[in-house]
């Protein structure tokens, strides 16, 4: 080569050089968002699969539009000089399997107990969604690598399989009828099923309608201030939303990722905060910077409440999860989504005495008030009104509740009124007369009454001899829930004198 040329070539070389890496950075650019794409698109198509598993009429068309996204990313890519085809087909094919699995019925058996991991056989048993579920489980969902398994889970654990046992397997009981109005928004904001469950636990045993004497209320127990701060509290007709399942979890989800934000992302702390206060756990995480919940300078800053609450859920959250290691046979539901639509008025008490119990040990008056939390089981429902339920609370309610003789016995049930079996008359007629209890005397009912803790409006309107519905027109309490307080003054319309 001549001498001459070499210094022209060196600068043509540099050019090309310059070049070629400004064309690689607009290549990478380029795509790193096709992967993005590709990402969101899949993101969306799998909480599709979570929707069509909750029979969500959307879900088959959100799933659609999904994986017409992710074809538009594999024809870009094709055209895009530094992308692999090969790995944009590999998603995509991995997710069209995944439908087809699931639509086939695939992975709904139940696991191996000494398989590797249980995460999926704990929540595939009998629930129709588990093979969704079990889909997006990942790495990130492993609860086992995000807390602490010490001797106070230990404890926990142990006093959830004795002297607690029956109250955490009515708790899995209950959360299989709620799973899929709590579960996707966990799953969405990248939380494990187990933390729901464990906190579900330890708060209401499952119980919808729990409150506390503090004033914490609904399945994961919202204080009033603070459920007002995350959506939760009395919407339009009175109904207080902590009550409602599926806002209790989104709350819950959005307080649970700010105290993690906060907190360093440990479980732990967020859970004593849950339970401790919020403030406090702030003040404790500042003044102990990198230090866990379990270390004594943290530990002792909490009351012994927390103490015991966090290692509690914990434990729960485990056993969720490890079943089998314990020996724990979980209570098994078909809690598939089905309407029932009331033939004559009913309330939720006449119900649960004509479906009996054949198959579940405690009734299905629990499920029913948990699916339909804005109603008292004693509020008598018109003929028409739908509830949610399930197939096999549907098809009891067409062979017992419509006609027949638990029909008449559970209308005859509800409908007694007690001070009837107070019998008074001349000296040739029965007397009747609870034993040991003095015959009541008849008082005027006062023009107006002060609510007592624990009543409702139904209990009042029986207790002065008047219908519930003049009440609250009278008081212009809104239905269908008729929600009432304690101190509150309540003009007595119509009621005996």
């Avoid at 050089?17 to 064309?23: C, E």
């Avoid at 590999?90 to 398989?115: H, N, S, V």
């Avoid at 409150?211 to 204080?223: E, K, L, V």
Wanted: aromatic content about 6%.
């Amino acid at each position: 080569m001549s001498r001459s040329l070499a210094p022209l070539l060196v600068l043509l070389l540099a050019a090309v050089s310059a070049d070629a890496a400004a064309q690689s950075r607009r290549d990478r650019a380029a795509t790193e968002a096709l992967q993005q794409r590709m990402q969101e698109a899949e993101t969306r198509y799998r909480e599709a699969i979570v929707a069509i598993g909750n029979h969500d009429p959307e879900g088959a068309a959100h799933a659609d539009a999904a994986l017409e996204d992710m074809e538009d990313v594999v024809t870009a890519c094709v055209g895009q000089r530094g992308c692999s085809v090969t790995t944009m087909l590999t998603t995509y094919e991995r997710l069209l399997k995944l439908g087809a699995d699931i639509e086939g019925g695939e992975g709904l058996e139940e696991e191996d107990p000494d398989a590797e991991s249980h995460h999926a056989a704990a929540i595939a048993r009998d629930v129709p969604e588990a093979a969704r579920a079990a889909a997006l489980l990942g790495d990130e969902h492993d609860f086992d690598h995000m807390v602490q398994y010490n001797p106070a889970v230990q404890e926990g654990i142990r006093r959830w399989l004795t002297d607690m046992r029956d109250e955490f397997l009515t708790s899995h009981e209950n959360y299989q009828y709620l799973r899929r109005l709590m579960w996707p928004q966990y799953q969405r904001a990248g939380l494990p099923e187990a933390l729901l469950f464990g906190i579900l636990a330890k708060e209401s045993n499952g119980r919808v309608h729990s409150t506390s004497r503090a004033g914490a209320s609904g399945p994961m127990q919202f204080m009033y201030a603070t459920g007002r701060r995350f959506g939760l509290g009395e919407d339009g007709t009175g109904f207080d939303t902590r009550y409602d399942p599926y806002a209790a979890s989104a709350a819950s989800v959005a307080y649970l990722n700010e105290r993690m934000g906060e907190l360093n992302r440990n479980i732990e702390l967020a859970l004593a905060a849950y339970n401790g206060g919020e403030g406090r756990a702030r003040r404790v995480h500042r003044a102990n910077p990198g230090k866990s919940f379990w270390h004594v300078d943290v530990y002792n800053e909490f009351p012994p409440e927390t103490r015991d609450y966090v290692p509690m859920v914990i434990a729960a959250a485990w056993l969720f999860l490890h079943p089998d290691e314990y020996g724990l046979s979980l209570p098994k539901v078909d809690a598939r989504p089905a309407k029932l639509q009331l033939q004559q008025p009913a309330s939720i008490y006449q119900l649960t005495i004509c479906l009996g119990n054949r198959g579940v040990r405690d009734g299905y008056m629990r499920a029913l008030r948990n699916l339909n939390p804005r109603y008292r089981a004693d509020d008598m429902l018109p003929a028409g009104a739908v509830l949610d339920a399930t197939p096999k609370i549907a098809g009891l309610y067409r062979r017992h509740c419509v006609d027949g003789s638990r029909a008449r016995l559970a209308r005859e049930l509800v409908a007694s009124d007690p001070s009837r079996a107070i019998v008074r008359g001349g000296p040739d007629a029965p007397v009747v007369v609870a034993a040991a209890v003095p015959a009541p005397v008849q008082t005027a009912a006062p023009a107006t009454y002060r609510v007592q803790r624990g009543e409702t409006l139904s209990s009042i309107a029986r207790k002065f001899e008047c219908r519930a519905t003049e009440l609250a027109q009278a008081n212009g309490i809104r239905g269908p829930r008729y929600t009432i307080r304690p101190g509150q003054q309540i003009e007595l319309a119509g009621c005996a004198n």
